[in-house]
């Protein structure tokens, strides 16, 4: 838990009570629970931080109770629920629990014919679990009332508003007169007004009169136990509610809720300052509640995009309707999203227009095109284009449908770790990911592939980006995205993995999508999650520039920035994939007030002998407060799993030689083989010049003209001892080499 929200909970001084925020008790009540119960569906134990045994596989829960002719409603508490467990009285069905890793407080109606005189029966289980499920549900109490009055005893109406940079009573009488000339004719322009575009925001300023206005955001209502609260939301505008968590655009929001004690949140998405209050609501009582956040995060001059947006409505799964979508990404300050819903072409805007949130994000018709060998997001996509054919089983085949698609530039590789329909396109046995080579020859055509997905969490945080930078070893010129890949309102938020765009951001409901589809294709970004990280070289180079250098060194910036709910504590620049510097950065204590994170380093480097990639990449503790809480991995590796938070900078190429291009890892390895005559002593000696990664795909290169259907050389052990005597670089990158191919014949042969 961040430290913020640690000093959150730890200033609530609630005791933790068995039926939290039931509201007013009746002496009809009946507990039949009071703890938290530990079950497992299937063995084995699914994460580390549970018991090795569990208390049972299902909990039945016996108790007393007198039949009466009313509804009632049943409380309880469930966390880490991922499968599909019901809940039952008696035999008959109450519903599910919700499928959401969070610790929430949710409610049940109970008709009023299924309590029974004597004794009754509570069952919760998971009759048709495909894979192991460690949960822990219990706190249990049937309330003697019905659940839409129970949700309606108290009311809170939140507005959340954002300070506005420039007042209106600051600026000159001229511009004041242009602004009201504007609202008069109903004209809304996207003239530079002193450097900031204007915006509709700015004619309600002058309506309203203040220097703060509403704004779409994230409402998060917690228990004094830190469990989400199940409420009822409404407003003016459309909403989004999930139990504990409130998307509400740019109007107040009207909040139902048990009577209690709570801690309300309210943001925006990685770029603001999270807001908190403790409220207490008596039964039939109503409370205001004003909260004001403000941006944190200097993104200026880029776009925020979610490149991996998905609804109910159109892609048959999840829980968010394309309406709930629209303010969803509102509420996460998503400026670029893309319609990925899967093998159809959606445009959001209508349904912007309709949720009131139009200005705020510029929609692009995308779509993930889901075949049996592969995932890929395509856009932008011109209205009217002819869908690709997603039954393609060849990877050549696939891309000349997509390829045929009028107005798509870009093609994603979406969570390449990831295994569906019985195929992980990067797992050992498809891909050796020491030089991003597929075993099967299936060339890779996109230009993008996602390094940070938020639904889709891989174990090890850093494998993608490992396998990203070994494609540009490979030759490949293959952009990083961050994306959330949401299909929900609040399991998994949308936006949460992003991708930061160069390119114009000071209207989002009208950014330019040419210049940042070609600002994407050219690798001019920044890949977010929970972090941002900047690199630049020599003061002028950022990522998806080809620097050029001169002299014995070479100058590299960083920055790292965050929101106050969030910090880093590892700094990593890696040339060609190498680790080669490193820096620490130190958690704030506790008590320190809470600021957004901004941290900078400088580093001088020698220069290169070769052209290389530069890329920074800082880590830190993930985010465990449910606000926006780091999802456990989709498909894990292990039960051990560390959260972590992560800011990847865009790549920058240092043009060492100075011929004008990008020169790979893979380039200088065909040449020194080439160069060597295939014989093995001559190729370690023309390697010592360059690095660890040449190394590795010249090893690829080497037994290529050998035979890759033949023994591996590098095995025998003459060739073995031959290698041991080259440099470390050298013997590593051969090694690393020889590891993955052993692995991909492992896995081939089972």
């Not at 049940?108 to 289980?125: A, P, Q, S």
């Not at 949700?151 to 209106?168: F, G, M, N, Y």
């Not at 498809?430 to 075993?439: K, Q, R, S, Y």
Request: with cysteine.
């Amino acid at each position: 838990m961040t430290r913020s929200l640690c000093a959150f909970f730890a200033g609530l001084g609630f005791a933790l009570t068995t039926a939290a925020s039931s509201g007013s008790a009746s002496a009809d009540d009946i507990v039949l629970t009071s703890r938290l119960h530990h079950l497992r569906q299937i063995e084995p134990r699914e994460w580390s931080t549970f018991p090795e045994q569990a208390e049972t596989t299902k909990l039945e829960l016996k108790f007393e109770a007198k039949a009466a002719a009313r509804e009632r409603c049943l409380s309880l508490r469930q966390q880490d629920v991922k499968e599909t467990w019901t809940v039952s009285l008696n035999g008959e069905s109450l519903g599910k629990l919700h499928i959401n890793e969070n610790d929430m407080r949710v409610y049940y109606e109970v008709g009023f014919d299924l309590v029974k005189n004597g004794e009754n029966t509570l069952t919760i289980e998971c009759p048709k679990g495909r894979s192991p499920d460690d949960i822990r549900v219990g706190e249990i109490t049937l309330l003697d009332r019905k659940k839409r009055g129970l949700l309606s005893e108290a009311t809170l109406d939140v507005t959340v508003t954002e300070p506005l940079l420039i007042r209106v009573a600051d600026m000159p009488d001229d511009d004041r007169e242009y602004l009201r000339r504007v609202d008069a004719l109903k004209k809304f322009s996207r003239e530079p007004l002193r450097g900031v575009a204007l915006e509709q925001r700015w004619l309600e300023v002058l309506r309203e009169g203040t220097d703060k206005l509403p704004v779409p955001c994230r409402i998060t209502i917690l228990n004094s136990d830190g469990s989400l609260q199940e409420c009822l939301a409404e407003s003016e505008k459309q909403v989004a509610f999930r139990p504990g968590t409130v998307y509400a655009a740019n109007r107040p929001v009207r909040i139902l809720l048990p009577a209690g004690d709570y801690r309300v949140l309210a943001g925006r998405g990685f770029e603001y300052s999270l807001a908190a209050e403790d409220v207490s609501i008596p039964v039939n009582a109503t409370q205001q509640l004003s909260l004001s956040i403000k941006r944190e995060v200097d993104t200026e001059g880029w776009v925020a995009c979610d490149t991996h947006v998905h609804t109910l409505t159109h892609s048959g799964h999840g829980d968010s309707t394309v309406q709930e979508r629209m303010v969803t990404l509102a509420g996460e300050g998503i400026e670029l999203p893309i319609a990925t819903d899967h093998n159809v072409f959606i445009d959001h805007r209508p349904f912007a227009k309709e949720a009131g949130v139009a200005r705020y994000f510029t929609p692009v018709i995308g779509n993930e095109v889901t075949t049996r060998v592969g995932h890929f997001n395509v856009f932008p996509v011109t209205p009217g284009a002819q869908l690709p054919d997603h039954k393609l089983t060849d990877w050549d085949e696939i891309a000349d449908s997509i390829n045929q698609v009028a107005g798509v530039k870009v093609v994603i590789l979406n969570h390449a770790r990831d295994i569906h329909s019985g195929v992980r396109p990067f797992g050992p046995a498809l891909f050796n990911d020491a030089v991003g080579e597929n075993i099967e020859g299936w060339r890779f055509r996109a230009n993008a592939m996602e390094t940070a997905n938020s639904s889709a969490n891989q174990t090890d945080i850093m494998q993608m980006f490992r396998d990203w930078m070994t494609m540009l070893n490979r030759g490949l010129n293959i952009t990083p995205v961050g994306c959330s890949d949401s299909h929900d309102v609040s399991r998994h938020f949308v936006g949460q993995g992003r991708t930061y765009i160069r390119c114009d951001d000071r209207d989002p409901g009208n950014i330019d999508v040419e210049q940042a589809v070609d600002s994407f294709v050219q690798g001019r970004v920044m890949v977010s999650y929970g972090l941002l990280t900047k690199l630049t070289v020599n003061d002028r180079y950022g990522p998806g520039e080809l620097a050029r250098v001169g002299g014995d060194t070479v100058k590299v910036n960083v920055s790292v920035q965050g929101p106050h709910w969030t910090t880093a504590s590892r700094l990593q620049l890696f040339a060609n994939g190498v680790p080669i510097r490193e820096s620490t950065m130190s958690t704030p204590e506790e008590s320190t007030p809470a600021q957004s994170f901004n941290w900078q380093t400088e580093w001088v480097i020698a220069r290169p002998n070769h052209d290389v990639h530069l890329v920074a990449i800082a880590t830190g503790p993930g985010i465990t407060g449910p606000h926006w809480k780091t999802a456990l991995p989709y498909q894990p590796t292990s039960p051990d799993f560390e959260p972590t938070s992560l800011g990847c900078s865009g790549a920058v190429w240092l043009d060492v030689d100075g011929d004008g291009r990008r020169s790979s890892a893979r380039d200088y390895a065909e040449y020194v083989n080439g160069a060597s005559g295939e014989k093995i002593d001559a190729l370690l000696e023309k390697l010592e010049r360059y690095d660890e990664a040449t190394a590795a795909q010249a090893a690829f290169v080497f037994h290529r003209q050998t035979g890759l259907d033949k023994q591996n050389l590098f095995l025998s052990s003459d060739v073995q001892t031959i290698v041991r005597g080259a440099s470390p670089h050298v013997r590593n990158g051969i090694q690393k080499y020889v590891d993955a191919w052993r692995r991909s014949q492992i896995a081939a042969a089972e």
